[in-house]
């Protein structure tokens, strides 16, 4: 694979989009499930995402998984590609996940600066990092001219703590952070909630995402975030994030089974 035909990749055309700060939708997946995945990337989505940290799947599932947004993306209105929430920022995590095909990584629990260093070493080949050669999958979408790979591998770090939200103006600094993404739940219980939905935390966790956003684009930086369903992706969208997760495949599942029960109930 030439250069030019590296550069001109559904994944680094993703990853040019993400940085350009374009209004992407993604999916989030928890569920080992490669069919299920197939049939979600035929839907048109920008990417879905495979959670490593907090999703049932292991690495043959984060594998097959992206295998088949691969195959099902192919299918699909528009090429859909594969992101890994990573279990930490941790080479042999990271290093799996792009190993196995994803596009990028989303890294969790960021508290400062130098662990955003840190998750971009881990993400990038030599001399930007000290990421392992070994691409088992992704070669074959992302060939072997490692300047290229380092240029589309796509690197957002979580800013989901109460350091990370503290120093959130340094890490968007960083170089080679591509984006902020805000794990919701977690910022909302690292700024005094209760529980992740504590309507008595709205407020705070409002200003948060708000100095989030000023950050992230102050340093020329997309910001992403979760959404329960359609309507929230919207409204983050309209208030200025540049890419959603929608969340998610379980639970989704599990409300659009009940709402047919319930249907056929009332006959």
């Given amino acids: 694979m030439t250069r030019a035909n590296q550069s001109a990749t559904p994944v680094a ?9 374009e209004p992407l939708v993604g999916y989030w997946l928890l569920a080992d499930s490669p069919v299920m995945t197939e049939r979600l990337a035929r839907t048109g989505f920008d ?6 940290q907090h999703g049932l799947m292991g690495y043959s599932g984060i594998r097959d998984g992206l295998m088949a947004i691969d195959a099902g993306g192919a299918l699909g209105p528009r090429p859909t590609v594969g ?5 930490a920022n941790d080479p042999r995590c990271i290093g799996q996940a792009l190993d ?11 508290d400062d600066a130098e662990a955003a260093r840190e998750a971009v070493r881990n993400a990038k080949y030599p001399p930007l990092g ?23 591998t796509l690197v957002a770090v979580m800013i989901e703590t109460a350091a990370g939200l503290d120093n959130v103006a340094e890490i ?21 909630g209760g529980h992740p939905d504590d309507p008595a935390a709205v407020e705070a966790r409002d200003a948060a995402l708000h100095r989030i956003l000023r950050a992230g684009h102050a340093a020329g930086k997309a910001v992403g ?8 992706a919207a409204a ?10 929608i969340e998610g495949d379980l639970v989704h599942l599990e409300q659009i089974a009940r709402s047919h029960l319930d249907r056929a109930r009332r006959v």
């Fill in 172 to 192: 968007a600094a960083v170089p080679g952070v591509d984006a902020l993404y805000v794990g919701p739940y977690d910022l909302t219980l690292a700024i005094g």
């Fill in 83 to 87: 992101l890994v929430r990573t279990a």
């Fill in 100 to 110: 196995a095909g994803a596009a990028g990584v989303i890294v969790p629990m960021i």
């Fill in 225 to 232: 975030i979760h959404a329960d369903d359609g309507d929230t």
């Fill in 47 to 52: 990417y879905l995402c495979l959670d490593q």
């Fill in 236 to 245: 983050r969208l309209a208030l200025g994030f540049d890419f959603i997760s």
């Fill in 130 to 152: 000290r990421r392992s050669y070994g691409p088992m999958r992704s070669e074959l979408r992302r060939g072997s001219d490692l300047a290229v790979v380092n240029d589309t």
């Fill in 13 to 21: 055309d993703f990853v040019r989009r993400v940085r350009e700060r």
